[in-house]
């Protein structure tokens, strides 16, 4: 089992940025990919990126259309942590961000939150026009 922890949400105005942080503990050996996804009051959770990784490599993160060039995922080397850096910020991100972890390392389903077994419980993020 791998347990995740989010951190860091908050609210910011529009143009803000923010920094979410993903804390794993458990068997994190069996997880290679780490992924964020949002979900806003009556919709359907969405996925913003993904970092993927292969024993010592680590491959460029994927991400949404919607957060193309704003937002950054990276992770640290002991693969223990994975950040989200969210910046200009739109009124349309805000959401509760989840964060999420799978066993496999495929590009294939990163975007699917099917895909995923591990999830944290969330951290609120507002953003306010």
């Known amino acids: 089992q791998v347990q995740l922890v989010e951190s860091g949400g908050g609210s910011v105005q529009a143009g803000g940025s923010l920094r979410l942080s993903c804390s794993a503990s458990?068997?994190?050996?069996?997880?290679?990919?780490m992924g964020w996804f949002r979900q806003a009051p009556g919709k359907e959770r969405e996925f913003v990126a993904a970092?993927?990784?292969?024993?010592?490599?680590?491959?460029?993160?994927n991400y949404a259309d919607s957060v193309k060039g704003r937002f950054t995922i990276s992770r640290d080397n002991a693969r223990i942590t994975v950040f989200l850096q969210m910046n200009s910020l739109k009124p349309e991100g805000a959401a509760v961000y989840y964060c999420a972890g799978r066993t496999s390392g495929a590009l294939a389903g990163t975007t699917w939150p099917q895909q995923y077994a591990y999830w944290g419980q969330g951290a609120q993020v507002t953003v306010s026009s």
């Open positions: 970092i993927r990784w292969s024993d010592n490599i680590i491959y460029y993160g």
């Open positions: 458990g068997r994190t050996s069996n997880t290679y990919t």
